[in-house]
């Protein structure tokens, strides 16, 4: 994607878009009954809920084009633009995930979705995006085990406990955990089958919980396929703010997936590239010299950090 050398004045990068030209009485009417249109022909799907979403779809698409008066070259930029997002995409890769992370149109499904539990005596813990690096059966590990699996990086003890919205704890939450190496790579990212930095545990009969895992570090979201070139042409950084991704579900809770971050990271500031950053889940990792003796009683001959994060659990049908 590239800048248009024939842009109209005003257009330029670092000045604001100029006002669409006007549009005749005549046109618009003209717009107007070819979206009327093809509203109407969704008027006979069975399923009311998709009847809805594709009328809805289909007029705020149609305003977007009018809007902007979107010209027949950025229309074919569009559609080479999804066709290449398309052939990227994989099993162990999917574009689109990352094209609507870096539009924010993940974070905000995410508030949609996850309303806050009107006087709850404790407020659930924010959620925030899946990603596309979740893999399914993650290997099982007990309370204090290690999700590392051998990737590289500072070891980082974290800790905490599950509880509902009144504060009592939930035993048997699964929780899965993923992260990035400190190359900035997940394990499905690899071509050698690895399976690292990712596992799952469950929360004891107190609802506590704790692993070793790797300290967060920034990394870019893959940018070598068209979303990347998108952001690079707006000006935009692919980098990620240095995070924990968790997945925790638990009988009639509702399913929280979150990440938490770390505090003092500068990428924070700069911007995540994905707007998944809350305040609620920026968390104090606190490093130890190498020699400190460890929460479960071993001695590194490594530098090491830790974190606590506490989890609450919105209820099911809230």
Request: glycine share 10%.
């Amino acid at each position: 994607m590239t800048t248009n050398p024939t842009a109209a004045p005003g257009t330029e990068p670092g000045h604001a878009p100029s006002p669409a030209p006007p549009v005749s009485p005549e046109q618009a009417a003209i717009e107007q009954a070819l979206t009327d249109q093809v509203v109407a022909s969704f008027a006979g799907a069975p399923d009311p809920r998709l009847r809805y979403l594709m009328e809805a779809l289909t007029r705020h698409l149609h305003a977007f084009i009018r809007e902007v008066r979107l010209t027949e070259d950025e229309w074919n930029t569009g559609i080479e633009f999804l066709t290449a997002a398309g052939h990227i995409t994989d099993d162990r890769r999917q574009e689109f995930i990352l094209l609507s992370d870096v539009l924010g149109a993940s974070m905000q499904t995410i508030a949609v979705n996850n309303e806050a539990v009107p006087g709850a005596a404790h407020p659930a813990t924010e959620a925030t995006v899946f990603g596309p690096f979740f893999v399914n059966d993650a290997p099982e590990i007990p309370s204090g085990g290690d999700i590392a699996g051998g990737a590289h990086g500072q070891p980082c003890w974290v800790e905490g406990t599950v509880t509902d919205t009144d504060g009592n704890p939930v035993p048997g939450a699964r929780i899965e955990v993923w992260e990035a190496d400190d190359e900035g790579f997940y394990d499905v990212q690899y071509t050698d089958g690895r399976v690292a930095g990712r596992a799952h545990l469950f929360s004891d009969s107190e609802g506590k919980y704790a692993f070793w895992g790797l300290t967060p570090t920034p990394y870019p979201i893959p940018h070598d396929g068209p979303v990347g070139k998108m952001l690079a042409a707006t000006g935009r950084s692919p980098v990620r703010a240095s995070h924990l991704h968790f997945m925790v579900t638990a009988p009639g809770q509702r399913t929280l997936v979150t990440h938490i971050f770390v505090n003092g990271d500068p990428q924070i500031e700069i911007g995540d590239s994905v707007f998944g950053v809350k305040d609620s889940l920026i968390k104090d990792f606190h490093h130890q010299p190498a020699g400190t003796p460890t929460p479960d009683g071993r001695t590194l001959d490594t530098g090491w950090a830790r974190t606590t994060f506490n989890i609450v659990l919105a209820p099911a049908d809230a």
